[in-house]
């Protein structure tokens, strides 16, 4: 089992910057995967970005390409989410996800096991 803790969200104005952190516990070995998502009120959960273990590939969604950046600390298990000039379209819920088994789509929620409870992102304009 992986367990995954967000922090770093919270109340920002437009253009400004947040860097959100996904600590992983557990058999973090074990994990192939991990990504960030995010869920607006009324909306889908959607993908906004992914970096594998081996290759150390990172994948963003089109809305957040060239402003979020995603990195890792391995020693510490954590996951990073780098996010800059902030919109108030970025406003949402962000979930850290995690998966042990390469998936086939990365966008995909359903392609991973383990997830966060999420950190609340707020970009004022």
């Known amino acids: 089992q992986v367990q995954l803790v967000e922090s770093g969200g919270g109340l920002v104005q437009a253009g400004g910057s947040l860097r959100l952190s996904c600590a992983a516990s557990?058999?973090?070995?074990?994990?192939?995967?991990m990504g960030w998502f995010r869920q607006a009120p009324g909306k889908e959960r959607e993908f906004v970005g992914s970096?594998?273990?081996?290759?150390?590939?990172?994948y963003y969604a089109d809305s957040v390409k060239g402003r979020f950046t995603i990195s890792r600390d391995n020693a510490k298990s954590t996951l990073y989410l780098q996010m800059s000039n902030l919109k108030p379209e970025d406003t949402a819920v962000y979930y850290c996800?995690?998966?042990?088994?390469?998936?086939?789509?990365?966008?995909?929620?359903?392609?991973?096991?383990?997830w966060g409870q999420g950190t609340q992102v707020t970009v004022s304009s």
């Open positions: 996800a995690a998966t042990p088994i390469r998936p086939s789509f990365v966008a995909r929620r359903t392609e991973y096991r383990y």
């Open positions: 557990g058999r973090t070995s074990s994990l192939y995967g």
């Open positions: 970096t594998t273990s081996i290759s150390g590939s990172n």
